[in-house]
């Protein structure tokens, strides 16, 4: 979640029950809820609820997209010139390596 947007949220609350501001955040901030039990040697010790922000998911996956295809981009320009280069010195131009003998 986003800081500045919860710190903004809970500026003027002064509630110290956790539960109710836990409630306003995720109403206000569309919080997908994931909860989880934690489990020692098989034996149920407790309970991790954790809350993720939708927009920050969205903000996330459009950025991870971004590197992804940037990266392929990447890759294949370099595959693509090692090739180019190889096919140049080895069919089109061959007698260059002669001269350079």
Aim: aromatic residues 4%.
């Amino acid at each position: 979640m986003n800081e500045k947007e919860t710190g903004e949220l809970l500026k003027g609350e002064k509630s110290e029950d956790v539960r109710f501001l836990v409630e306003k955040v995720s109403t206000a901030l569309e919080v997908l809820v994931v909860t989880s039990d934690v489990q020692v040697d098989g034996k149920k010790i407790g309970t991790v609820t954790m809350g993720f922000s939708r927009e920050a998911i969205r903000r996330e996956t459009k950025r991870i997209i971004g590197m992804l295809l940037g990266a392929s981009v990447g890759i294949i320009v370099v595959l693509a010139g090692t090739i180019y280069l190889m096919i140049r010195r080895m069919l089109c131009c061959p007698q260059i390596l002669l001269y350079a003998l």
